[in-house]
């Protein structure tokens, strides 16, 4: 079975940091991407960042520049700097790989990003 622990959520003040990680666990035969997706209260979840197997990422046009994501085998990272209030939202992480059923997509559980002052 595979599993996606985050960390690193928290409150971080405006033009703050902070970065997330996600660690995959499991029999994984291979990966084909990993990202970060967000939901904020009221709203539907949305891809922030992801990068595939090519290394090739992909960054929603509010966090271009300011975050950076990275990949280290089963392993994503974000680095996330000049938060702004907007980026306030509960953060997945998200994992395409092949197992030993087939090829399916995974999430971690959520870790919760605020932005206040």
């Known amino acids: 079975q595979v599993q996606l622990v985050e960390s690193g959520g928290g409150l971080v003040q405006p033009g703050g940091s902070l970065r997330l990680s996600c660690t995959a666990s499991?029999?994984?035969?291979?990966?084909?991407?990993m990202g970060w997706y967000r939901q904020a209260p009221g709203n539907q979840r949305e891809l922030v960042a992801a990068v595939n197997s090519g290394a090739s990422t992909n960054y929603t046009d509010s966090v271009k520049g300011r975050f950076t994501i990275s990949r280290d085998n089963a392993k994503v990272y974000l680095q996330m700097n000049s938060l702004k209030l907007e980026d306030t939202a509960v953060y997945y992480c998200y994992l395409n790989a092949r197992t030993q059923w087939g090829r399916n997509d995974y999430w971690g559980q959520g870790t919760q990003v605020t932005v206040s002052s």
């Open positions: 499991g029999i994984i035969f291979s990966v084909y991407a």
